[in-house]
């Protein structure tokens, strides 16, 4: 087992030489791995400062933010600062295009009391309590397991057990991930808090601006981040919202730094990535370039057409759509950005050079060649050809028909329910229960909903997603459209929405009160889903079937990798964990005879202005602040800096991470990476990689100066250091 553990606590990339700007580090290790470093490079924070599970700590000021963000408390009050991006769908939720003042997105929002914090309906956050290394106890429970469907299953099982041996005696929730591709184990407990509360957010022309030209882009002039805050029971534990709650007392709250920074500077990131295939083969790269970048980007961009067309026609539809737009865009991009860096920078070409190393070192040994498989790069090669067009097919089928139409979704909703109803033994309190939870997803399928749009959005997916699958993976109900309609998807929607009460939900309620099935299963859109789900859960059972191979052929490939690199150290991929990453604030070249340097000012936010798209549209009270230098205490010398650039490693979770100096002390707020190194999720660019921040100054500026807002910096601890 002292290999084992000595695997987990490993950091650094084989595919390169040791550099501290590559890594997400899992915080409880720092201290045995990066600390030194982190200290000869600026850090004035002692190991127990970063990570402590007996005393306040940094990791006690950050959370995960609705699941798919960072957040960090920014007060004693428990206010929240996060991405206006992240905040996005929840300032969407609240909002209303009946009148200015309500349209929160476009407009903005400052609650000049707690009294007008607006709780945010479903909105969550997680604080860290603890991390625990379990590698030992979970792999002794599967050492005499040779088969590797069993053994994933035994694995799982003692997972749940062990989570839920975690919260026993608790109001914690535990969760327990693999890591190194389940050569390692760990235990995470949170403490989960639903009363969370809108606080405010600038103007979507300045916390979106630029949206999707500039998304992915520098230089960057987008004040990126929203405000909220966290509540909790008299007793300071988590509870459900009520009126008389309490504003959270944090264990540690971020002080703010007026200090701002320079270039060079020591900084570090905590935050939750989502997910990194750092450890990807050549055969994985080929097969995403191949096969699944294309489907998600082509059925994607016909998603955005309509979109596109249809929010352009006024206020009500963009904001009805603005959400759906913005999380369909943003993976858009990235996938054709991904694609180009990963060609460009001959990523495979790189990745092969190591497997064809590692083949060697495996096969001048007989023990190794018995442990790991004389031919496991092979074997990977044929995993990954086995899984042909079906894994592809099978993210398709998302891409199409999970996040496309609501009306279709709907449909996939009641299938449930349909069971229900023709069951003739069904109990009435479970068939009450699971009329009421239909009844309220409606409430909440339909809140942004748009018949005429919905329409052309399931046209669209279905041309794309027939256009793109090989006939022999398509379900049968999508030949039969295509045979009937002769290929006109448009005039099969038109008429499906006509006859369908998914299309009209108060005729939907009607029906879902009436208690009868055949309505439903007799409906276009209900046979539709019906049809692509069953088709589609038999490529899933395909696909999982040969995945299960391919976790045995990942395992043994990475801890091959590490045993051939033992004096190297190596990091686990992303995967929504806490993570500590950490170098400086810098510039780059992006390419011959071209350098950015490290920060944006207010005046590219000025040249960058057109009032004839909304894109680049600058308010008119930012224009008179700028245009009279009113920068209260928030320049640089006269300068209104807007963002900064680091050379940290973040992926996709990261957003609203905060960027820290070496006191602990907040200089920024993460919110995107650079498109030359967009291949980043696979394989790290030193020379490239790039994290774009808003400059903490620029987000005081806009609370204080443009939004009036000054009582919520004056909650801040603000650390007011000589300016530079």
């Known amino acids: 087992m002292k290999r084992r553990v000595i695997f987990v606590l490993a950091a650094l990339l084989i595919f390169g030489s040791a550099r501290a700007d590559e890594g997400m580090w899992l915080p409880m290790l720092i201290d045995r791995l990066n600390y030194e470093d982190m200290q000869k490079k600026g850090l004035e924070l002692t190991a127990e400062e970063i990570y402590s599970v007996n005393q306040s700590s940094l990791k006690d000021a950050i959370v995960i933010f609705g699941g798919g963000c960072t957040g960090s408390i920014i007060s004693q009050d428990g206010l929240l600062l996060t991405n206006h991006h992240c905040g996005y769908s929840w300032i969407q939720r609240l909002s209303s295009a009946e009148t200015e003042e309500t349209n929160f997105l476009k407009n903005g929002y400052w609650a000049m009391t707690k009294e007008a914090e607006i709780p945010a309906p479903d909105l969550s956050v997680r604080f860290l309590v603890s991390m625990e290394d379990i590698t030992e106890q979970v792999l002794k429970e599967v050492q005499h397991i040779t088969d590797e469907f069993e053994r994933i299953k035994a694995i799982n099982a003692y997972l749940g057990t062990v989570a839920k041996e975690a919260e026993e005696g608790t109001h914690y929730q535990a969760v327990a991930r693999d890591f190194f591709a389940g050569n390692a184990y760990y235990l995470f407990l949170y403490e989960v808090f639903t009363d969370v509360r809108f ?26 981040f929203s405000l909220f805050r966290v509540y909790t029971g008299a007793d300071g534990n988590p509870a459900p919202y009520a009126k008389d709650n309490i504003t959270l007392k944090p264990k540690h709250a971020l002080p703010v730094s007026t200090a701002g920074v320079n270039e060079d500077d020591f900084s570090l990131i905590f935050g939750y990535p989502g997910a990194t295939e750092r450890y990807l083969t050549s055969h994985g790269i080929q097969y995403n370039l191949d096969m699944l970048y294309p489907v998600r980007i082509q059925i994607r961009r016909a998603k955005l057409d309509v979109l596109d067309e249809d929010m352009a026609t006024g206020d009500a539809l963009r904001l009805m759509y603005a959400t759906k737009h913005a999380q369909i865009a943003n993976y858009w991009k990235n996938f054709i950005g991904m694609s180009k860096a990963l060609k460009k920078l001959d990523v495979y070409g ?20 018995e442990k790991y498989g004389a031919t496991l790069i092979k074997d990977l090669e044929a995993y990954y050809s086995s899984l042909g067009h079906k894994f592809a097919a099978f993210y398709a089928h998302y891409e199409a028909f999970r996040s496309g139409s609501d009306a279709l979704n709907m449909a996939r909703y009641v299938t449930g329910l349909v069971k229900l109803l023709d069951d003739e033994d069904v109990d009435q ?47 049968d109900v999508l030949k039969d459209i295509t045979k009937k309609y002769k290929g006109d998807y448009l005039k099969y929607a038109e008429k499906a929405f006509k006859k369908s009460i998914f299309a009209n939900p108060e005729e939907l309620r009607n029906v879902i009160a009436s208690k009868k099935s055949k309505a439903i299963k007799k ?19 395909d696909v999982q079937n040969i995945q299960v191979e391919g976790s045995r052929l990942k395992r043994l490939f990475l801890a091959a990798l590490m045993e051939m690199g033992h ?31 490290y920060y944006t000012t207010i005046e590219g936010v000025m040249e960058k202005e057109d009032p004839n798209n909304w894109e680049f549209i600058v308010p008119e009270k930012l224009t008179e602040l700028y245009e009279a230098k009113d920068y ?61 921040n808003v400059d903490v100054r620029y987000i005081l500026f806009i609370i204080d100066k443009f939004g009036g807002a000054k009582h919520l910096v004056d909650e801040m601890t603000l650390v007011r250091s000589k300016r530079v």
Request: net charge negative.
């Open 199 to 224: 606080v405010g957010a600038p103007p979507q022309s300045i916390g979106k601006f630029g949206a999707d030209t500039d998304n992915w882009m520098w230089p960057r002039h987008t004040g990126d």
């Open 350 to 369: 790189k990745k092969q050079e190591t497997e064809q190393r590692l083949h060697q070192w495996i096969n001048a040994s007989t023990y190794r060649k």
């Open 429 to 475: 309190e479970r068939l009450d229960n699971a009329i009421k939870a239909i009844e309220n997803r409606i409430s909440v399928n339909y809140k942004d909903y748009n018949k005429s749009t919905d329409l052309k959005l399931l046209a669209a997916t279905l041309e794309s997603y027939i256009n793109l699958i090989p006939e022999e993976l398509l379900a």
């Open 523 to 541: 409906d276009m859109l209900y046979e539709l889903v019906v049809g692509i789900d069953e088709k589609n859960a038999a490529l899933r059972n």
């Open 567 to 597: 004096e190297k150290i190596f990091y686990p991929d992303a995967n929504s964990t806490l993570r500590l990453s950490y170098g400086t604030v810098k510039g780059y070249f992006p390419r011959d005879g071209v350098e950015y340097l």
């Open 632 to 692: 209260g205490n928030y320049d640089y010398d006269g300068e209104m800096r807007i963002c900064f650039l680091t050379d940290h490693d973040i992926t996709g979770g990261n957003s609203g991470s905060p960027v820290l100096n070496g006191k602990g002390e907040l200089i920024g707020l993460a919110f995107d990476g650079n498109w030359e190194a967009m291949s980043g999720d696979i394989h790290f660019e030193p020379e490239l990689q790039r994290t774009i």
